[in-house]
C-alpha cells in the first residue's frame, strides 16, 4: 500500500485520516497572538466596532488567542488604540482617535445657543 502524500492546507481526499486534532483539542503547533481589549468601542465608527466584534471580543479586558496571520495581525493593526498585544507595550490614546475634535465653542453655535 502507498502513502499518498497531502498539501498542507488541504482537505484530505475520501478515505485518507487527516492530521488534525479532534475538535475543540489543543493544538499546541498552530502559532497565537494573545490580545486584550483595554479601551471600549463605544463612539467608534461601525467599521472600528465591526472589527473588534470580528475579533471575539465582547467585554472590556477580555483576552483572546487569535491566529498568527496576516488578517488577524491587519485587524489587530487597525485597532490598536484599542486593544493590547502581548509583547507589545500599550499605550492609552490621551484622547479618542475615532472621535471629531472641535471647540466647545463650534459645538454650541451649531445647536443655535
Do not use: C
Not at 467608534?44 to 488577524?72: C, H, K, M, Y
Request: glycine fraction near 10%; aromatic fraction near 4%; charged fraction near 25%.
Amino acid at each position: 500500500m502507498t502513502k499518498k502524500k497531502v498539501k498542507a492546507g488541504t482537505l484530505p481526499a475520501s478515505g485518507e485520516v487527516g492530521a488534525h486534532g479532534a475538535p475543540g483539542g489543543d493544538n499546541s503547533s498552530a502559532k497565537t497572538i494573545k490580545a486584550t481589549l483595554m479601551k471600549s468601542a463605544i463612539g467608534a465608527p461601525p467599521q472600528i466596532r465591526a472589527t473588534v466584534q470580528s475579533l471575539g471580543f465582547r467585554r472590556l479586558n477580555q483576552t483572546r488567542e487569535l491566529p498568527d496571520n496576516d488578517a488577524v495581525r491587519g485587524m489587530l493593526k487597525a485597532v490598536n488604540f484599542l486593544v493590547a498585544v502581548e509583547g507589545i507595550p500599550y499605550v492609552r490614546p490621551k484622547r479618542s482617535q475615532y472621535k471629531i475634535w472641535r471647540k466647545r465653542s463650534d459645538k454650541k453655535h451649531q445647536r443655535g445657543h
